[in-house]
């Protein structure tokens, strides 16, 4: 009998993904979720990719095919539940810009943002929905405990500026917080264990280094 995972990751999870099958990454904290089995029969050929180096897993039709869905640890929830603020604050930050940038490079950075990540929240928070755990509320938004976000303080003095100093103050903050982001997602790069969270993760890390290096770019040019 063949298995199969459902669900698909971006090509910079996949690493990960192979390099993790088989761990559940929860720390005995309880709000892991052990994944759920069932067994089909293929009605079709089915191409299952292999490892690095090896062949794929080909299933014929009429063969036994088990799939494998679901699952969550510790890691998965802390990321995702940790990820919704950080968000919401990068949005917040993003949205300052439309009557005060001055450079136009900084509002397509800040409309880019706003696009990926105001998305990405309600996809964080239905995940959270679906497993009946809770949505962090919007006060927590400002938790300046979490890698890379701003304080309030700092937020209030970006929307105080305008102009050139915002576009300066706007890049240095936002590429402080990308970094942050990207070292949490690396964390559950590393041990997470639920698809989708980790295929969120990979997209994290990949879209946010890029934004990092065009802001580095733009600030370079001011």
């Given at each position: 009998?063949?298995?199969?995972?459902?669900?698909?990751?971006?090509?910079?999870?996949?690493?990960?993904?192979?390099?993790?099958?088989?761990?559940?990454?929860?720390?005995?904290?309880?709000?892991?979720?052990?994944?759920?089995?069932?067994?089909?029969?293929?009605?079709s050929r089915v191409i299952q990719p292999g490892r690095p180096g090896e062949t794929?897993?080909?299933?014929?039709?009429?063969?036994d095919l088990e799939i494998v869905e679901g699952g969550h640890s510790e890691t998965d929830v802390r990321f995702v539940?940790?990820?919704i603020p950080h968000h919401r604050q990068a949005v917040t930050m993003a949205e300052l810009a439309a009557d005060r940038a001055q450079d136009e490079r900084v509002l397509l950075v800040?409309?880019?943002?706003?696009?990926?990540?105001?998305?990405?929240?309600?996809?964080?928070?239905?995940?959270l929905t679906e497993r009946d755990l809770p949505v962090p509320a919007e006060s927590a938004d400002h938790d300046h405990g979490l890698p890379g976000m701003i304080t309030p303080l700092q937020l209030e003095q970006l929307g105080n500026t305008s102009g050139a100093e915002f576009d300066e103050l706007f890049l240095t903050y936002m590429s402080q917080h990308?970094?942050?982001?990207?070292?949490?997602?690396?964390?559950?790069?590393?041990?997470?264990?639920?698809?989708?969270?980790?295929?969120?993760?990979?997209?994290?890390?990949v879209e946010q280094g890029i934004e990092i290096d065009r802001m580095r770019e733009i600030l370079d040019s001011l």
């Amino acid at each position: 009998m063949r298995r199969a995972t459902l669900g698909t990751t971006t090509a910079a999870a996949v690493a990960a993904l192979l390099t993790l099958a088989g761990c559940s990454g929860d720390d005995d904290t309880g709000r892991g979720a052990a994944p759920s089995t069932s067994t089909v029969t293929a009605d079709s050929r089915v191409i299952q990719p292999g490892r690095p180096g090896e062949t794929a897993d080909v299933v014929e039709p009429g063969e036994d095919l088990e799939i494998v869905e679901g699952g969550h640890s510790e890691t998965d929830v802390r990321f995702v539940e940790q990820m919704i603020p950080h968000h919401r604050q990068a949005v917040t930050m993003a949205e300052l810009a439309a009557d005060r940038a001055q450079d136009e490079r900084v509002l397509l950075v800040a409309d880019r943002v706003m696009a990926a990540q105001g998305p990405e929240i309600a996809v964080l928070e239905n995940w959270l929905t679906e497993r009946d755990l809770p949505v962090p509320a919007e006060s927590a938004d400002h938790d300046h405990g979490l890698p890379g976000m701003i304080t309030p303080l700092q937020l209030e003095q970006l929307g105080n500026t305008s102009g050139a100093e915002f576009d300066e103050l706007f890049l240095t903050y936002m590429s402080q917080h990308h970094a942050g982001a990207i070292d949490m997602a690396a964390a559950e790069l590393n041990s997470g264990s639920n698809t989708l969270v980790l295929e969120l993760a990979g997209d994290v890390s990949v879209e946010q280094g890029i934004e990092i290096d065009r802001m580095r770019e733009i600030l370079d040019s001011l």
